[in-house]
């Protein structure tokens, strides 16, 4: 079992920036990539990033290039989404989420934070 715990979320300003932060605990080492994804009242859920936890890759959704970026710090069991660029149609709950290795879902979920951008 692998569980994770966000934070980092708020209110900010647009054009502002918020890091959040996803740590990690229980079974990292069978981790094979972290997202994060997003979802706002009435929407669908939406991919917003992700990172491989080993090399460190990443991959971003259209609507973030560019303004977001992941990273990671392995030795505190942490993935970070930087969110630089804020607009209000940002405002979403924020979760990420563990896929562990040889799996094609995302098994694990935190209980996701609250980004709201004002206008």
């Known amino acids: 079992q692998v569980q994770l715990a966000e934070s980092g979320g708020g209110l900010v300003q647009a054009g502002g920036s918020l890091r959040l932060s996803c740590a990690a605990s229980g079974r990292t080492f069978d981790i094979d990539d972290v997202s994060w994804f997003r979802q706002a009242p009435g929407k669908e859920r939406e991919f917003v990033g992700a990172i491989t936890w080993s090399a460190g890759r990443t991959r971003y959704g259209d609507s973030v290039k560019g303004r977001f970026t992941v990273s990671r710090d392995n030795a505190k069991n942490t993935v970070y989404l930087q969110m630089n660029g804020l607009k209000p149609e940002d405002t979403a709950v924020y979760s990420c989420?563990?896929?562990?290795?040889?799996?094609?879902?995302?098994?694990?979920w935190g209980q996701g934070t609250q980004v709201t951008v004002s206008s």
């Open positions: 989420s563990a896929r562990p290795r040889g799996s094609g879902e995302y098994d694990y």
